[in-house]
C-alpha cells in the first residue's frame, strides 16, 4: 500500500491540479500549501462569521442556515434535543445512565447498586437529527459521555465505537477522557475559527460548518468588496480570487477530497483500515469505489448532487438529472460521453434503488450508500 501511495505522489509531482488530479489522504492535502478545511491557520480577527456574509450574500446565508452543517455544535444551554428531552435515560448491565435538563443546565448521571457519579455537560455535537454526543470536563481532562442522543430512538444508546462490553467501574462506563488535541479536531471539523492546534480558545469560535469551513477567513474579501462598493456604489463583478476560496474552481478528484476533508477521503478510510458496512459513512470512498466513478468525472462530485448551501434533499427524482449528465434515458442512445446501456426497469427515481440506504452498526438508522451500483437480492454489501 505504502508504495501504491508514493507513485500517487509522483504521478501528481507531474500534474497541474485538474481534473486529472490523484485522490489524496487529507492529512497530505492539509500538508501543502494554501487553504484546505479543516487546517489551523489564519489569526482569528480574519474570520467573521456567517452574518457578516450575509450582508452581501443573503440568499445563500439564508439557506446554508436552515442545514444541520450549520447548526453542530451547540454550548449545552442552547441544545434544543436536551431542553425538549428533559430526561434521558438509557441502561446496560447494572449501569444506569440518565441526563436530566433544567433551567440551570444538563446533568449526567451514571450509577450501579453501589455508586453515583455525574457531571455537568458542556457542549453538545450534532444537530440530533441523527445523533448528539456530549462533552465535559473535570479537573482540567475533557471527557466524552459514553452514551449518545439518537434521533431514531428519541432517547441515549452507546455512543458509536464507544460501547465496552463490561465496564469495571461507574466512572469507566461513564465517559472515555478525550485529549485537548481531540477536543479540538471535534471543532476542527464542527466549526469555524480553529486557529491552535494544541489549546482550545471556544470564546473566538462561530458554531457550526459555516461560510469560512469551506471558503477559507474572509475579512480581506469582506473589506475588499467594502471598498469597491463605497468607491462605485455597486460591485463591479471583478473579484479578486486571492482573497477568496471558491472550490468550485477544483477538479473532479480534488473537489471530492474537498469534502473529504470532513467527511473523510478515499485513502482516509483505506488507511484507517475500515472495510465493510461501517464505511458507508465515508461517501467519497464509497462513490470512488463505484463503476460511475471512473478516473473522475466533474459530473459526479459531491457538488453535483449537494448544494453545499442548502439543507439535503430528501425527493429522489430530483437526482435524477445528474445520473443522465452520463446514462442514455433510452435504449440504444448510448455515446461515449454517455457509455453503457440505459436502465431497462425505470426512467426516475434512479438514486431509490441504485443509492439504497444501508445499516451501519450503531448508528440506529440506515445510511445512503454512496457506491452507485445494481443491486441484487441476496448479494452482500461490497468493499
Ligand atoms: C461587502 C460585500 C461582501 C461581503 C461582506 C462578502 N462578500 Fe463575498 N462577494 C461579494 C461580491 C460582490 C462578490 C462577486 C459577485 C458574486 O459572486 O456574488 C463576492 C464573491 C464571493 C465568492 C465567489 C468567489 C469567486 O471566485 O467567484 C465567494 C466564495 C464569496 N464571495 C464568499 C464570501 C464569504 C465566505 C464571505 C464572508 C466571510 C463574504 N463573501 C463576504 C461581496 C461580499
Ligand atoms: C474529520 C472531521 C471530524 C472530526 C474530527 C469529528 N467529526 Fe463529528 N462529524 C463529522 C462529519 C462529516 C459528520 C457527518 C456525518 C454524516 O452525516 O454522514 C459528523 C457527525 C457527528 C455527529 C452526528 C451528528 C448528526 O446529527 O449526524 C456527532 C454527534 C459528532 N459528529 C460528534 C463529534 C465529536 C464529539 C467529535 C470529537 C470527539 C467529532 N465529532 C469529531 C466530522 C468530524
Ligand atoms: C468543515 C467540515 C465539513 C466540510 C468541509 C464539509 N462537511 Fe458536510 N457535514 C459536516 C458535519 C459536521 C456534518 C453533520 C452535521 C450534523 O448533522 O450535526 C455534515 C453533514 C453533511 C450532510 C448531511 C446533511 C443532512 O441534512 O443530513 C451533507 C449532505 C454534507 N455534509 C455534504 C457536504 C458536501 C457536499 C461538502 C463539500 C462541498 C461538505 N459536506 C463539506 C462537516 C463538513
Ligand atoms: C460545506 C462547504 C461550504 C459552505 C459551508 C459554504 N460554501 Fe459556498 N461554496 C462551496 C462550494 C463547494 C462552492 C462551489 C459550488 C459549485 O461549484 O457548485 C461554493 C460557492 C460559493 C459562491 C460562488 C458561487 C455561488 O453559488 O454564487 C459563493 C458566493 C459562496 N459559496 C458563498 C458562501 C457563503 C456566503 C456561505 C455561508 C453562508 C457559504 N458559501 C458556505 C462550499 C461551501
Ligand atoms: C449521484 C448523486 C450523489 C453524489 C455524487 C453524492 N451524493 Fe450524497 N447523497 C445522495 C443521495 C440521493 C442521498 C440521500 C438523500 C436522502 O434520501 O435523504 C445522499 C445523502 C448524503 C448524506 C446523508 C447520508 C444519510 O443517508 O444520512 C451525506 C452526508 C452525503 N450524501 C454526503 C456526500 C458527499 C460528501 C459526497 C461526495 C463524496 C456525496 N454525498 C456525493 C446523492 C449523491
Ligand atoms: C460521470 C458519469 C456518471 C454519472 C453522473 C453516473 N454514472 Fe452510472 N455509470 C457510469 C459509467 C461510466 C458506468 C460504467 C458503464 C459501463 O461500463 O457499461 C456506470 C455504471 C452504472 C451502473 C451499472 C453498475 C454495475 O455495477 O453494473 C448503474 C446501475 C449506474 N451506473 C447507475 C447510475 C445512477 C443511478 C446514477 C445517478 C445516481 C449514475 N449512475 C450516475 C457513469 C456515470
Ligand atoms: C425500481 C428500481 C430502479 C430504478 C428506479 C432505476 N433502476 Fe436502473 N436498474 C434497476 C435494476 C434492477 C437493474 C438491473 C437490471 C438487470 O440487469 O436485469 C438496473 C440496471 C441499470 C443500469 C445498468 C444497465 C446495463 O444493462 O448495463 C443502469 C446504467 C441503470 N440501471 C441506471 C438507472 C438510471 C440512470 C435510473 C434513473 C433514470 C435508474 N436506473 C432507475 C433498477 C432500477
Known amino acids: 500500500m505504502t508504495g501504491q501511495r508514493s507513485d500517487q505522489s509522483t504521478v501528481l509531482a507531474g500534474i497541474l491540479s485538474g481534473s486529472a488530479a490523484a ?28 452574518a457578516a456574509c450575509g450582508k452581501c450574500h443573503p440568499t445563500i446565508a439564508a439557506t446554508q442556515a436552515k442545514g444541520p452543517m450549520a447548526r453542530t455544535p451547540a454550548r449545552v444551554n442552547e441544545a434544543e434535543v436536551l431542553r425538549s428531552h428533559p430526561k434521558l435515560t438509557f441502561q446496560q448491565g447494572p449501569y444506569r445512565y440518565e441526563v436530566v435538563t433544567s433551567a440551570v443546565g444538563s446533568t449526567y448521571t451514571v450509577r450501579d447498586d453501589s455508586h453515583s457519579l455525574s457531571a455537568s455537560l458542556l457542549w453538545v455535537f450534532g444537530a440530533g437529527t441523527v445523533g448528539q454526543s456530549y462533552l465535559y470536563q473535570h479537573d482540567g481532562q475533557w471527557y466524552e459521555a459514553r452514551v449518545s442522543f439518537f434521533g431514531t430512538l428519541g432517547n441515549l444508546n452507546f455512543t458509536p465505537g464507544r460501547a465496552l462490553a463490561l465496564p469495571h467501574t461507574v466512572e469507566e462506563a461513564m465517559s472515555r477522557p478525550v485529549s485537548n488535541t481531540e477536543v479540538i479536531g471535534c471543532f476542527r471539523c464542527h466549526a469555524v475559527g480553529v486557529t491552535s492546534e494544541s489549546s482550545l480558545d471556544t470564546s473566538h469560535l462561530f458554531l457550526g460548518v459555516s ?80 463503476r460511475c466513478w471512473g478516473k473522475g468525472d466533474s459530473r459526479l462530485a459531491c457538488v453535483t448532487c449537494h448544494d453545499p448551501h442548502a439543507p439535503l434533499e430528501h425527493r429522489a427524482e430530483v437526482y435524477d438529472s445528474k445520473c443522465l449528465g452520463c446514462h442514455a434515458s433510452v435504449a440504444g442512445a448510448s455515446a461515449p460521453d454517455h457509455p453503457g446501456a440505459a436502465c431497462p426497469i425505470s426512467k426516475t427515481g434512479c438514486t431509490s434503488c441504485h443509492m439504497p440506504k444501508v445499516d451501519v452498526p450503531e448508528l440506529h438508522r440506515p445510511v445512503t450508500d454512496h457506491d452507485i451500483r445494481v443491486v441484487r437480492p441476496g448479494v452482500t454489501l461490497p468493499g
Not at 23 to 50: C, N, R, Y
Not at 247 to 254: C, E, H, I, K, Y
Open 23 to 50: 485522490q489524496l489522504a487529507t492529512i497530505e492535502h492539509l500538508a501543502k500549501p494554501g487553504f484546505w478545511p479543516t487546517k489551523v491557520s489564519s489569526p482569528s480577527e480574519d474570520f467573521l462569521g456567517a
Open 211 to 290: 461560510c469560512e469551513a469551506c471558503h477559507g477567513a474572509g475579512r480581506k474579501h469582506a473589506s475588499a468588496m467594502q471598498a469597491e462598493m463605497l468607491l462605485a456604489g455597486v460591485p463591479n463583478g471583478e473579484i479578486d480570487r486571492e482573497l477568496i476560496i471558491d472550490p468550485g474552481q477544483l477538479g473532479a478528484t480534488d473537489s471530492v477530497d474537498f469534502c473529504g476533508a470532513c467527511h473523510s477521503t478515499w485513502w482516509d478510510v483505506r488507511l484507517s483500515g475500515k472495510t465493510g458496512n461501517s464505511t458507508v459513512i465515508s461517501p467519497g470512498y464509497r462513490l470512488e469505489n463505484s
